[in-house]
């Protein structure tokens, strides 16, 4: 379960998300659907301008999975480091190394290339016709298919389309690389999952709401 060798686990991880991205940039979300999304709202020069920004500065997409990757893996692992520290304050034989616990974090990604993987090949294979709404609203296995998107408060949206099958397997993997790592129970690693990367994400999706509710009063 402990990744034996973490940056090369780090780059592998980083660059099947990389080629994804490129896959879901230049074969699905193309020059066409952005006209389509588009051309009702501006003209066709101011279409052209915008289309011509992307192709010079999609680059630097590619440039930023790897950084953001690593900043966020990085993050989530010192607030899980930071919890287990506190969690066993008084218990010298429960010390772990940060390089145990950020590969248990990239060991999670998967559940989140996953994700990815599956956007692709739906509208890659299966739902081939498709609006740009369709596709950045895309969330397959999540609580939001319950609900009419238009009857909802534009800040609830990210909260309940993030309660979906890939964040609980990322929990998952997690709550299970911390069992093996620390030597103890369900309980307990899940006590500290939560206690951390739970702690993190509320405060996460807060701030995107609270950015969600001020945007849509512009």
């Not at 690593?70 to 893996?73: A, I, P």
């Not at 060991?107 to 989140?112: F, G, I, K, N, Y």
């Not at 994700?115 to 081939?128: E, P, Q």
């Not at 990210?158 to 929990?171: D, M, R, S, T």
């Given at each position: 379960?402990?990744?034996?060798n973490?940056y090369?686990?780090?780059v592998?991880i980083?660059?099947?998300?990389?080629?994804l991205t490129?896959v879901l940039?230049?074969?699905?979300?193309?020059?066409?659907?952005?006209v389509?999304?588009?051309?009702?709202?501006?003209s066709?020069?101011?279409?052209?301008?915008?289309?011509?920004?992307?192709?010079?500065?999609?680059?630097?997409?590619?440039?930023?999975?790897?950084?953001l990757l690593?900043?966020?893996?990085s993050?989530?692992?010192?607030i899980?480091?930071l919890v287990?520290?506190?969690?066993y304050i008084?218990?010298?034989?429960?010390?772990?190394e940060?390089?145990d616990?950020?590969?248990?974090?990239l060991?999670?990604?998967?559940?989140?290339l996953v994700?990815?993987?599956?956007?692709?090949?739906?509208?890659?294979?299966?739902?081939?016709q498709f609006?740009?709404d369709?596709?950045?609203?895309f969330?397959?296995?999540?609580?939001?298919?319950?609900?009419e998107k238009?009857?909802?408060d534009?800040?609830w949206i990210?909260?309940?389309?993030?309660?979906?099958?890939?964040?609980?397997?990322?929990?998952?993997?997690l709550i299970i690389?911390i069992?093996?790592?620390?030597?103890?129970?369900?309980y307990?690693?899940?006590e500290?999952?939560?206690?951390?990367y739970g702690?993190?994400?509320?405060v996460w999706?807060?701030?995107?709401?609270?950015?969600?509710?001020?945007?849509?009063?512009?």
């Open positions: 379960m402990i990744i034996k973490n090369f686990y780090f592998f980083a660059t099947l998300t990389t080629l490129f940039s230049n074969f699905i979300q193309t020059d066409a659907l952005y389509q999304n588009l051309s009702e709202k501006y066709q020069e101011i279409i052209a301008e915008i289309l011509n920004i992307r192709h010079q500065w999609s680059w630097l997409v590619y440039i930023f999975i790897p950084v690593y900043l966020s893996t993050l989530i692992t010192l899980i480091q287990i520290f506190l969690y008084n218990d010298n034989t429960h010390k772990v940060y390089k616990t950020w590969g248990i974090v060991m999670a990604q998967w559940s989140t994700g990815i993987f599956v956007k692709v090949f739906w509208f890659g294979f299966y739902h081939t609006t740009m369709e596709l950045q609203s969330s397959p296995l999540s609580l939001i298919n319950l609900f238009k009857t909802l534009i800040w990210y909260p309940i389309q993030l309660v979906n099958v890939f964040e609980v397997a990322y929990w998952i993997l690389g069992k093996k790592l620390l030597k103890t129970s369900w307990k690693s899940f500290i999952i939560l206690l951390s702690l993190a994400l509320i999706v807060v701030v995107i709401m609270f950015i969600s509710l001020n945007f849509s009063q512009v």
